[in-house]
């Protein structure tokens, strides 16, 4: 008879996190298994057992040989990942001391250390740039916990390393309008909170809209910065903004080409920044604060980084809401302008007012040049008596050629293209002829 092939021998041994066959990664999410104080898996010894013989048998029946898995990349900070976006983890570490920090105390500060929210942003930069494994276990060479809370308790410099049940202690509620850069958005499930409780920093607006945001968070395989839906990718009404009760006055810190408050919290860049052909971020940004000013109706898209008639009727409008007339009021933001809208203070924009009714010039035939309405009855959607009002005009002018019937009161694309016409025939290029009538347009169409 012949000798029997000797079987393989099970022995007990940690697998790598390289490793890609079916028992590591079995191995790999026991490691997330409920938590006992002290943050260890509450693994039993049989399943262990069965982890490691899984993993030997996968070695087996593979040929004995274990391709390690390529790391996956860290996501850009693009949110292009967002249909795949594979969310937290379930599980977290609980609030332990800081660790690996020699010299640093293990138990919580008697007082909450003041930070700007300027060194709360960088201090999250760090650990992206150094691209920290996430690791519930683990503490990075600062002391602080490579998960989720443990990053934030980094970044808030707190001196324990905390959980998304506790951070709210060291925090006071805000609403979404007031989120600024160095908050966050927190997910705490108290009924289970091994199930979907999470927590990011908020980086600022990635634009206007206010529809997404730039994250930074400790996440697998590690921490990532990158624009963000608002809430978070899953269980979006469940996370809810905070702001560090320590925070220092005088902070910035948001992300450079957003409208967050820290991003705008600069000097005037010069007039020089602004007027026809300037492009740079400066005219983006002026943009967003004039809508908020009220000046929303002058923009049909944006606001962008190239200076067009929108940015300057806008400016001009808020320079006249502080009553100011001539060269003070020219469209082009000086040092005065740009504080106000800095600094939220000075008027807000009035809102567009109905023209008065046309009346006859006094002592001669015919009815009065109307008063410009405003930009915002010349947009696609609208339908008042302006739009007809305009369109007879071009038409008596000889420049209705686009019109295959009307004038009417929806604005069309004909209307456009006629005001176009007209606008070119004054000369104008570019931004001033767009086909919108501003001020300008009006004044020398009913001249």
């Not at 939220?344 to 010039?361: N, Q, V, W």
Request: proline share 10%; aromatic share 10%.
């Amino acid at each position: 008879m012949k000798a029997s092939t000797p079987g393989p021998v099970f022995e007990d041994y940690e697998p790598t996190g390289e490793c890609g066959c079916p028992g590591c990664a079995d191995r790999r999410r026991s490691r997330l298994l409920p938590v006992r104080d002290g943050g260890l898996p509450a693994a039993n010894g049989g399943a262990r057992r069965a982890l490691v013989a899984a993993t030997a048998a996968s070695m087996v029946l593979g040929g004995g040989t274990v391709a390690a898995a390529a790391p996956a990349p860290l996501p850009e900070g693009t949110g292009a990942n967002s249909a795949a976006d594979p969310g937290p983890p379930t599980e977290q570490g609980a609030r332990t001391g800081l660790h690996g920090a020699p010299g640093q105390a293990a138990v919580a500060p008697t007082k909450l250390r003041p930070i700007t929210r300027a060194e709360i942003i960088n201090r999250a930069k760090v650990w992206v740039a150094a691209s920290v494994p996430y690791n519930m276990e683990a503490y990075w060479t600062d002391g602080y916990r490579q998960d989720c809370s443990g990053y934030v308790s980094m970044a808030w410099d707190l001196g324990t390393n905390e959980w998304t049940g506790s951070l709210d202690r060291f925090a006071v509620r805000v609403t979404r309008d007031e989120l600024q850069p160095g908050d966050i958005l927190l997910f705490h499930n108290p009924t289970n909170p091994t199930k979907g409780s999470h927590v990011v920093i908020f980086g600022g607006w990635t634009d206007y809209t206010h529809t997404y945001y730039t994250a930074y968070e400790q996440t697998p395989p590690g921490t990532r910065k990158q624009a963000t839906p608002y809430a978070y990718w899953k269980n979006s009404a469940s996370y809810l903004p905070y702001r560090y009760k320590g925070l220092a006055t005088g902070s910035g810190g948001g992300e450079p080409g957003n409208d967050s408050e820290g991003a705008e919290s600069v000097a005037f860049p010069g007039a020089d920044k602004f007027g026809p052909g300037a492009d740079n971020s400066y005219v983006t940004r002026l943009g967003q604060m004039l809508m908020r000013r009220g000046g929303s109706r002058f923009y049909t898209e944006g606001p962008g980084p190239r200076w067009g008639s929108a940015d300057l009727n806008a400016t001009r409008a808020f320079q006249q809401a502080q009553g100011w007339t001539g060269a003070d009021a020219d469209g082009i933001p000086g040092a005065r302008t740009w504080a106000l809208l800095v600094q939220g203070t000075g008027k807000d924009i009035a809102p567009a007012t109905p023209a008065p009714p046309a009346t006859p010039a006094p002592g001669g035939p015919g009815a009065a040049r109307p008063a410009y309405p405003g930009m915002s009855h010349f947009r696609p959607g609208q339908d008042n008596p302006y739009v007809t009002q305009l369109g007879r005009q071009l038409v008596k002018k000889g420049f209705g050629r686009y019109y295959t019937s009307g004038p009417g009161p929806r604005w069309g694309e004909a209307d456009r293209r006629n005001v176009e016409a007209f606008q070119r025939a004054q000369g104008w290029s570019g931004a001033e002829a767009d086909g919108y009538p501003g001020p300008e347009t009006w004044r020398r169409l009913f001249a």
